[in-house]
């Protein structure tokens, strides 16, 4: 009943491809051959265009070749149809399964090795980025980044006799009518490795002590060796941003740091999103090391013609809100530089001394905005401490960060105080008398007690000798 129906028409030619040809992706071969070449043109014969269609007219259909029948395959029920091979789907499946099995290997051998202990030197191995677990997902470009050399807090024990100096500080600060609720300390005695504190773990808004973290972070690029991006002026706003708490240095340190820039709002989220992941890298710098919950990505305004936050700044500001350390977070951080084990054992000589401040009332009186009036080196003398430290100041907030070594190295302890609250940041005379009070009980602590007087010896009175009997 079919012999009289006309034939189908075939309306495309199916494209089968030479698999012995190399493949071609931009001009680079990746198969085949040894040397690239460009990528050719493959020309597919045609029928000559018939006569009238120069004068627009439309080509005449030529007789359809018969085609001869198809021979079919024979294929085994549910084989391939070739021997020995898998199904395509199925081939895909393994794959993906080979490579899923061995990354989960390779990021489990990074992280044992990261958390194996801290080193004395900077690590050029950088965590894969799952194991940081940014707050923004990664753009496509970074697989892996570096991290702080340090992968595990410093094993500092609790000490009663630091808690009550904290306690007995807390209770001064209340007697001057300040409010405890705003304040955080945190004190370290470096030489007995213990610690004390008060709201320690509480986020605050650092201001200037920021710095402090942004220096490490510019140390820690240079130790790698492998950052692409030079600063002409790196030395300079360096010194800059430690010694005078400049913030137009401390914006290229950032910019440096972070690859990034400031500038116009981004409208595409994409754009926003991968200047945000980029500028985020000094909160994952320290995050993976056990820094947790600290954000540092925001610049210190004013700067420059910038009074505030704009453009993308703004966003980023909306986006995470202030910058939030703890005081914990100092201090551990400067246990660190004093033990050289901040980047590398030379980069933590170089910060210390970046950080350290002539307390002689000649070196520092006559400069206007100088870091030792109304804060904790006011209260000390030259002749007896070596002092090295970072204080923070805004409009309602007061920040300091300090290392206290006495001259004979007998003592050293690390001091911490947030006041995140205006009343603070009006008083001028409460950092120097925290400072001068805190000092005179560390320096009572490393004096021994002297030995207990022994009790005088009993005088002796001579026993009465019983008269002799007289004849």
């Known amino acids: 009943m079919f012999q009289n129906r006309p034939p189908r028409r075939r309306t495309s030619t199916p494209f089968r491809s030479n698999r012995s040809a190399p493949f071609f992706q931009g001009g680079i071969l990746e198969r085949g051959s040894k040397s690239a070449q ?5 020309t597919i014969p045609t029928t000559a265009p018939h006569p009238s269609m120069a004068d627009g007219g439309s080509r005449e259909r030529s007789p359809r070749r018969q085609r001869s029948p198809r021979r079919s395959r024979r294929v085994p029920p549910g084989g391939s149809q070739r021997q020995g091979q898998l199904p395509y789907p199925l081939k895909v499946a393994i794959v993906a399964l080979v490579i899923a099995v061995t990354g989960i290997s390779t990021v489990e051998a990074s992280r044992k090795k990261s958390i194996a202990g801290p080193g004395p030197t900077l690590s050029a191995a950088a965590l894969p980025i799952g194991e940081l677990e940014p707050s923004n997902p990664a753009p496509l470009g970074y697989s892996s980044e570096l991290v702080y050399n340090i992968s595990r807090p410093p094993d500092l024990d609790t000490s009663l006799p630091l808690q009550e100096i904290v306690d007995d500080t807390v209770n001064f600060v209340s007697q001057q009518g300040l409010p405890t609720r705003a304040l955080s300390i945190s004190l370290i005695d470096v030489k007995l490795k213990t610690i004390a504190g008060y709201q320690a773990e509480k986020l605050r808004y650092p201001a200037s002590v920021a710095k402090l973290f942004w220096m490490v972070t510019f140390y820690g690029r240079l130790a790698a060796g492998s950052y692409n991006r ?27 740091v972070t690859d990034t820039e400031s500038g116009p709002q981004l409208e595409a989220e994409g754009e926003f999103n991968a200047w945000l992941y980029k500028r985020e890298w000094v909160n994952r710098f320290f995050h993976g090391a056990g820094y947790d919950r600290i954000s540092l990505s925001q610049k210190n305004f004013p700067y420059d013609d910038h009074v505030e936050p704009e453009g993308r700044d703004l966003q980023l500001l909306k986006d995470q809100k202030r910058n939030r350390v703890t005081t914990y977070h100092a201090a551990r951080l400067l246990y ?3 033990n050289r084990q901040a980047v590398s054992e030379e980069y933590s000589r170089r910060m210390v001394k970046l950080l350290t401040k002539d307390l002689r009332p000649e070196a520092w009186s006559k400069k206007r905005d100088n870091p030792i009036q109304s804060f904790f080196g006011e209260s000390l003398s030259d002749e007896e401490v070596t002092f090295a430290s970072k204080v923070g100041w805004t409009s309602t907030s007061r920040q300091e960060a300090a290392l206290i ?3 004979d190295g007998k003592v050293a302890y690390i001091l911490v105080v947030f006041g995140d609250h205006k009343t603070y940041a009006d008083s001028w005379n409460l950092f120097p008398q925290i400072s001068a009070r805190i000092h005179k009980r560390m320096m009572a602590m490393a004096q021994p007690e002297p ?11 001579p026993t009465a000798q019983p008269e002799a009997a007289s004849p």
């Open 38 to 42: 460009p990528p050719t043109t493959q």
């Open 230 to 256: 030079t600063l002409p002026t790196g030395d300079v706003d360096l010194y800059k941003m430690m010694e005078d708490s400049n913030n137009t240095s401390a914006a290229r340190i950032m910019d440096w």
């Open 336 to 338: 660190e530089i004093f």
């Open 451 to 461: 030995p207990a007087a022994s009790p005088a010896p009993e005088k002796s009175t």
């Open 405 to 407: 070594q006495s001259r």
